[in-house]
């Protein structure tokens, strides 16, 4: 017989609930380099390149690291980045991804088409100003933050409704990534941005609880 003093209590170990629904966002490979003469193609109003060779590479190694994971669902965005990155994973275990036009990246207005990673790269007076005040919508044109906030949770909220009990391989863009992780919990919109091209984040949702497992995992892409 076992007395109160006898008795051991480990340490708790998460386990989420049989309803949550595991949300692994996934950001693209890298993309191809952007050029002065050669502005991305738009769709919707937004830069759409393609993954550079080392992007590719990302891919597969993101491929190799879920394929033994029980994935439900997979995601994408409109912006082609996400789908060539998806594309590895969906062969392997024989899935269709699916579109969420909410989850493409950010708008960036009059510095779309690789005009971002120029000026961020120039030391631009804006792109200061963007990290300082930690507003994508400093720039010109660009999509106002609130707005892009709003997208981002009623995205997630759609997935994690339509996917109880599921795990999902979302795969998005960095800008994205923070504002889920920003939104999760409730800290400043850019503490999250910087997520790695190929990482992987994870969210866990009950109902209205979104917690953070993990940013920015790339112990796939080393070695």
């Given at each position: 017989?076992?007395?109160?003093?006898?008795?051991?209590?480990?340490?708790?170990?998460?386990?989420?609930?049989?309803?949550?629904?595991?949300?692994?966002?996934?950001?693209?490979?890298?993309?191809?380099?952007?050029?002065?003469?050669?502005?991305?193609?738009?769709?919707?109003?937004?830069?759409?390149?393609e993954l550079a060779p080392e992007g590719r590479a990302q891919a597969e190694r993101v491929g190799n690291r879920l394929a033994t994971e029980?994935?439900?669902?997979?995601?994408?965005?409109?912006?082609?980045?996400?789908?060539?990155?998806?594309?590895?994973?969906?062969?392997?275990?024989?899935?269709?991804?699916?579109?969420?036009?909410?989850?493409?990246?950010?708008?960036?207005?009059?510095?779309?088409?690789?005009?971002?990673?120029?000026?961020?790269?120039?030391?631009?007076?804006?792109?200061?100003?963007?990290?300082?005040?930690?507003?994508?919508?400093?720039?010109?044109?660009?999509?106002?933050?609130?707005?892009?906030?709003?997208?981002?949770?009623?995205?997630?909220?759609?997935?994690?409704?339509?996917?109880?009990?599921?795990?999902?391989?979302?795969?998005?863009?960095?800008?994205?990534?923070?504002?889920?992780?920003?939104?999760?919990?409730?800290?400043?919109?850019?503490?999250?941005?910087?997520?790695?091209?190929?990482?992987?984040?994870?969210?866990?949702?009950?109902?209205?609880?979104?917690?953070?497992?993990?940013?920015?995992?790339?112990?796939?892409?080393?070695?």
């Amino acid at each position: 017989m076992t007395t109160d003093e006898q008795r051991e209590y480990r340490q708790f170990r998460f386990q989420p609930p049989p309803e949550a629904t595991r949300v692994l966002l996934v950001r693209h490979g890298e993309s191809a380099p952007a050029r002065p003469d050669s502005p991305f193609p738009l769709v919707g109003g937004q830069g759409d390149p393609e993954l550079a060779p080392e992007g590719r590479a990302q891919a597969e190694r993101v491929g190799n690291r879920l394929a033994t994971e029980p994935i439900d669902a997979i995601y994408v965005t409109p912006l082609r980045r996400t789908a060539e990155t998806a594309a590895p994973l969906a062969e392997r275990l024989g899935l269709r991804p699916s579109v969420e036009e909410d989850l493409r990246e950010v708008h960036l207005g009059e510095w779309e088409g690789g005009l971002y990673r120029k000026h961020l790269a120039d030391g631009h007076p804006l792109a200061q100003r963007l990290r300082a005040e930690q507003r994508w919508d400093v720039i010109p044109g660009a999509e106002r933050a609130e707005a892009f906030a709003a997208r981002v949770r009623g995205a997630v909220e759609r997935l994690a409704a339509a996917h109880r009990g599921h795990r999902l391989a979302v795969f998005t863009h960095g800008g994205v990534i923070g504002q889920a992780l920003a939104l999760a919990t409730d800290s400043r919109p850019f503490a999250f941005i910087g997520a790695d091209n190929g990482s992987i984040s994870e969210l866990v949702i009950v109902g209205e609880t979104w917690i953070v497992r993990r940013f920015n995992d790339t112990a796939h892409l080393t070695g």
